[in-house]
């Protein structure tokens, strides 16, 4: 059976296109269903519409209370029955009764090599510590922010001149390769959320999840 995947956004999709194409080719045991967005600008949705998907968005300044926008997000997203729920880019920061509500099928990717930069303008504090390493984390989603168990991570250098931009985009390549993988995972029944305990083919995984 397929796994239904609907797909979260706020920006220009960019991790939406490396999971759309993956989820495309022969055999994936994946299929995203819907794009939601909370920006009607979002240029993930023009990507969602090319590819012949369902793309909807839910404009969170709408709504006075967060609570109120995410009972709206979330029946949009039941409405497509989704077996996995996946945040690319989506940046807003979830209640624990949504979280809650989409337990152990609630994936996110985060740019650093977590837990280490939780929250934003990761490249730049990266540069500003003089780290020698960088990257990028997949996990299961947890009531606390970019705190859930790790799934995946991939490591990029740090190199003399890099720019905050540069290192970025280093990274970002390392997420396009890695979040399709995760997502193949699931949808092939092999990863699982277990309490706090991440299982791949049955066996538990290390904190840092697996390195890929």
């Given at each position: 059976?397929?796994?239904?995947?609907?797909?979260?956004?706020?920006?220009?999709?960019?991790?939406?296109?490396?999971?759309?194409?993956?989820?495309?080719?022969?055999?994936?045991?994946?299929?995203?269903?819907?794009?939601?967005?909370?920006?009607?600008?979002?240029?993930?949705?023009?990507?969602?519409?090319?590819?012949?998907?369902?793309?909807?968005?839910?404009?969170?300044?709408?709504?006075?209370?967060?609570?109120?926008?995410?009972?709206?997000?979330?029946?949009?997203?039941?409405?497509?029955?989704?077996?996995?729920?996946?945040?690319?880019?989506?940046?807003?920061?979830?209640?624990?009764?949504?979280?809650?509500?989409?337990?152990?099928?609630?994936?996110?990717?985060?740019?650093?090599?977590?837990?280490?930069?939780?929250?934003?303008?990761?490249?730049?504090?990266?540069?500003?510590?003089?780290?020698?390493?960088?990257?990028?984390?997949?996990?299961?989603?947890?009531?606390?922010?970019?705190?859930?168990?790790?799934?995946?991570?991939?490591?990029?250098?740090?190199?003399?001149?890099?720019?905050?931009?540069v290192l970025a985009a280093r990274v970002l390549r390392q997420e396009h390769r890695i979040y399709p993988q995760v997502v193949r995972w699931f949808a092939e029944g092999r990863l699982k959320l277990d309490g706090q305990q991440v299982l791949l083919d049955g066996e538990v995984l290390p904190p840092q999840g697996r390195v890929l």
């Open positions: 059976m397929t796994c239904r995947v609907v797909v979260l956004i706020s920006g220009n999709g960019s991790n939406l296109q490396a999971l759309m194409d993956d989820c495309q080719k022969p055999q994936s045991p994946a299929q995203i269903v819907a794009v939601l967005a909370n920006r009607r600008d979002a240029g993930g949705l023009e990507r969602a519409r090319v590819a012949g998907i369902a793309n909807e968005w839910v404009d969170h300044s709408a709504f006075a209370e967060r609570e109120t926008f995410e009972n709206a997000l979330r029946g949009r997203i039941d409405n497509h029955s989704p077996d996995l729920l996946v945040l690319a880019g989506f940046m807003r920061v979830l209640t624990a009764d949504f979280v809650r509500h989409y337990q152990g099928r609630l994936l996110n990717i985060h740019p650093s090599l977590l837990p280490a930069y939780k929250g934003l303008h990761t490249h730049q504090r990266v540069l500003e510590a003089g780290d020698s390493e960088h990257g990028c984390s997949v996990h299961f989603v947890s009531e606390a922010l970019d705190g859930g168990p790790l799934i995946a991570q991939a490591k990029v250098p740090v190199e003399a001149g890099d720019t905050a931009e």
